[in-house]
């Protein structure tokens, strides 16, 4: 309801739950000044501790974090189960900084209780501002230290250390409405392997439809459609970039990547991103892109799976052929890399292959967030972001 008190974010620049934006921009403007030299206070038994991701012990004490207390679905049933090169690779983008990987240790044991994540990018808003803002991300409280009022202190310390790098700004989605989201997205599925998604009760058999029909109707195409697709290489990084940057000034809130930074996110990694390519013959020019990155969930309490392997729809552009086209080439490189299911939200203009592809609608939304900077809610077409 409207006038819900948040005791937390009604004290944050951010626009109130039931705001009329007039003009799009900073909501308060500060200098370093302004900001605390000493980190936020902690209830006695804690300290804070910064994680060195380089470190496998450090970075160890993340993933079981993570794996243990992190994001489940509304029936908790699956929980993220993000993977040590994937963190490694969210966490190290081109120019991270070490000290915004934000860690609480209890005093007495050094067990890794909560995390919270920023890393820099450059976003554009409403196709005009360029923004440096951070990314904020995999904030975890443990399971047994919840709504004490913990997430507050990780956020303003976090943008503490933020503001002492000049920056005062942020990204962040979350599956809970906060003041305020910029959009609010739907997510949607495509099964791949129907048997073990039933079997996971991720989805159910449809009223007199065997398994064997249900395989039949989720089949996807053996072959590809686009001309010669095929993994990204460095080489095609300075095209890539230029195809990149094209498509997504069409979008009221997107990334604006150097060369470097494509090649960090798109690079194909085994377990961790996919990236496919199509160029001209004639020109080796990059023409069109299909990206997915591999986040399994755990399957909590099933007797026969203990995993879900899943594919997130990343950044996908089609010029020289059909967008349907291009992503039937996408389910069909996921279905081959053993995904279970392939998810995509209804940003960029994915809702035009989401019906023809056979996607079912997911059980909740992702609301899309700015940090002290106010502009018109928009649709989620207009979103031209993904934030892992
Ligand atoms: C310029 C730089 C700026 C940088 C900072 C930008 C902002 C970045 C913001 C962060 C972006 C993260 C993005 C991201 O990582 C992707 S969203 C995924 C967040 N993580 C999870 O859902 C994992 C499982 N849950 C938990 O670990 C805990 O429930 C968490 C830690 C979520 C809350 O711990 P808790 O023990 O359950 O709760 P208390 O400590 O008692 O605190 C309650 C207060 O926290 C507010 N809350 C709850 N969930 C939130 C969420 N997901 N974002 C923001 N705020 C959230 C809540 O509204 C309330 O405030 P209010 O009373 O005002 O309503
Ligand atoms: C984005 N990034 C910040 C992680 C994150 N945080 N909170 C979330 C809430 C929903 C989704 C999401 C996004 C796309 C999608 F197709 C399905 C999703 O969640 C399904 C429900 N679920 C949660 C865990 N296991 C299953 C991601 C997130």
Same mark, same amino acid.
Not at 264 to 278: E, G, I
Not at 364 to 381: E, I, R
């Given at each position: 309801d409207k006038n819900a008190a948040h005791a937390f974010w009604d004290t944050q620049p951010v626009p109130k739950i039931d705001a009329q934006v007039e003009k799009s921009g900073p909501i308060e403007v500060k200098t370093l000044d302004d900001v605390r030299k000493e980190p936020l206070t902690l209830p006695a038994l804690f300290e804070w501790v910064v994680l060195d991701v380089n470190d496998q012990v450090q970075l160890n004490d993340v %993933? &079981?974090?993570?794996?243990? =207390?992190?994001?489940?679905?509304?029936?908790? +049933?699956?929980?993220?189960d993000y993977s040590i090169p994937f963190l490694k690779w969210a966490l190290q983008p081109p120019h991270y900084l070490k000290d915004w990987h $934000?860690?609480?240790?209890? *005093?007495?044991?050094?067990?890794?209780?909560?995390?919270i994540s920023a890393i820099p990018a450059t976003i554009n808003v409403d196709k005009t501002?360029?923004?440096k803002m951070v990314e904020i991300n995999f904030l975890c409280v443990h399971k047994k @230290?919840?709504?004490?009022? @913990?997430?507050?202190?990780? $956020?303003?310390?976090?943008?503490?250390?933020?503001?002492?790098?000049?920056?005062? /700004?942020?990204? #962040? &989605?979350?599956? $809970? !409405?906060?003041?305020?989201?910029?959009?609010?997205?739907?997510y949607y599925h495509r099964s791949l392997n129907p048997k073990k998604l039933v079997e996971c009760k991720f989805s159910s058999l449809p009223p007199r439809v065997s398994m064997s029909l249900l395989i039949k109707l989720n089949r996807v195409e053996e072959n590809t *459609?686009?001309?010669g697709i095929r993994p990204l290489t460095k080489a095609d990084v300075p095209s890539a970039t230029r195809l990149l940057a094209k498509y997504l000034s069409q979008y009221s809130l997107a990334p604006s990547m150097s060369e470097e930074e494509v090649w960090?996110?798109?690079?194909? /990694? *085994? =377990?961790? +991103?996919?990236? #496919? !390519?199509?160029v001209d013959p004639k020109t080796g020019e990059v023409t069109d892109m299909c990206s997915f990155y591999t986040l399994p969930s755990s399957v909590i309490g099933n007797p026969k799976h203990k995993t879900l392997?899943?594919?997130?729809?990343?950044?996908?552009?089609?010029?020289?052929v059909p967008l349907v086209d291009l992503m039937a080439d996408a389910l069909h490189l996921a279905k081959k890399g053993d995904f279970d299911v392939f998810n995509c939200l209804d940003i960029f203009e994915n809702s035009k292959f989401i019906k023809e592809h056979k996607f079912q609608?997911?059980?909740? =939304?992702?609301? %899309? #967030?700015?940090?002290?900077?106010? &502009? /018109? &809610?928009?649709?989620?077409?207009?979103?031209? @972001?993904?934030?892992l």
């Open positions: %993933y &079981t974090l993570l794996n243990e =207390n992190y994001v489940e679905d509304d029936d908790n +049933m699956f929980r993220f $934000i860690g609480v240790r209890v *005093k007495e044991s050094k067990k890794l209780v909560a995390f501002d360029s923004v @230290l919840r709504e004490k009022r @913990l997430a507050p202190v990780l $956020i303003k310390e976090i943008t503490r250390r933020v503001n002492l790098q000049n920056i005062w /700004q942020a990204a #962040y &989605t979350a599956g $809970i !409405v906060l003041p305020k989201p910029v959009a609010s997205c739907r *459609k686009c001309p960090h996110w798109l690079a194909p /990694q *085994k =377990n961790v +991103m996919d990236c #496919y !390519v199509v392997k899943a594919a997130f729809s990343f950044y996908n552009i089609a010029t020289s609608p997911g059980d909740g =939304n992702l609301q %899309y #967030y700015l940090y002290n900077y106010a &502009t /018109q &809610t928009k649709d989620p077409s207009a979103m031209g @972001l993904v934030l």
